[in-house]
Structure formats: C-alpha cells, structure tokens
Nanobody, 129 residues
Framework: EVQLQASGGGLVQAGGSLNLSCTTS????????IGWFRQAPGKERVGVAC????????WYGESVKGRFTISSDSAKSTANLQMKLLKPEDTATYYC??????????????????????WGQGTQVTVSS
C-alpha cells in the first residue's frame, strides 16, 4: 500500500519561501514519481509540479515556473517542493500524490488530479500580501 504525507506548509509573506516535503512509503525505487497539487478554497485541485525517476522528466505548472523547484530522493523515499517568490495566489492546501503515468506532463497531472478519491490532509500554505 502506498502512503504519502505532505508537510512543511505555513504562513509566509509575499516574496518569501517555503520548502514542502512529501514522505512516502510503498513506492518502488525504480518507479519513483511524485506530483504536487494544490487546491484553494472553492477551486478545483490543480497540478503544480511533477518528477519521475523513471525517465527523469519534470513538469511545472505555468503559474509556478521559475519559482518552484521539485526534487526527489528515491533512496530516502522523499520528494520536496522548494517554493520561492511566493505570491498570495499561491495560497492553498498542497498535496502530494502518485502520478498516473511514469512520464510527467500536463495530461498526466490533469488525469491524476481527477483520479484519486483519497488525498490525505495535505499541508496548508498561506501567503500574506
């Protein structure tokens, strides 16, 4: 059984930084892939970033390109999302999840965001203006 736990959220001023972590268990070392998603109140869940150890692919949503960096350490079963230059519109609950495809991309992230019933508690990120 795959388990994921997102952590590291908090309250930060606009322009600040946060580093989110996703601790995982049950994922295969050779097939380690993680996607970060976020959901703001009243809005649908959307993909933020994705990384796959299978083909080395990475993907970022347009709104976070150049500000967020995703990384993973499959040996430690963790994935991180470094967030810089945070904006109030980044405020949301952030979740990590296993992408449906081994290759990261917008289609994979969209399908993944709609696929799972269980997303865990996520971690809250609040950016004040």
């Amino acid at each position: 059984e795959v388990q994921l736990q997102a952590s590291g959220g908090g309250l930060v001023q606009a322009g600040g930084s946060l580093n989110l972590s996703c601790t995982t268990s049950g994922l295969s070392f050779g097939d380690y892939r993680i996607g970060w998603f976020r959901q703001a109140p009243g809005k649908e869940r959307v993909g933020v970033a994705c990384i796959s150890s299978v083909d080395g692919s990475k993907w970022y949503g347009e709104s976070v390109k150049g500000r967020f960096t995703i990384s993973s350490d499959s040996a430690k079963s963790t994935a991180n999302l470094q967030m810089k230059l945070l904006k109030p519109e980044d405020t949301a609950t952030y979740y990590c999840q296993v992408p449906l495809s081994r290759r990261c991309g917008v289609a994979t992230m969209m399908a993944t965001s709609r696929h799972y019933d269980s997303w865990g508690q996520g971690t809250q990120v609040t950016v004040s203006s």
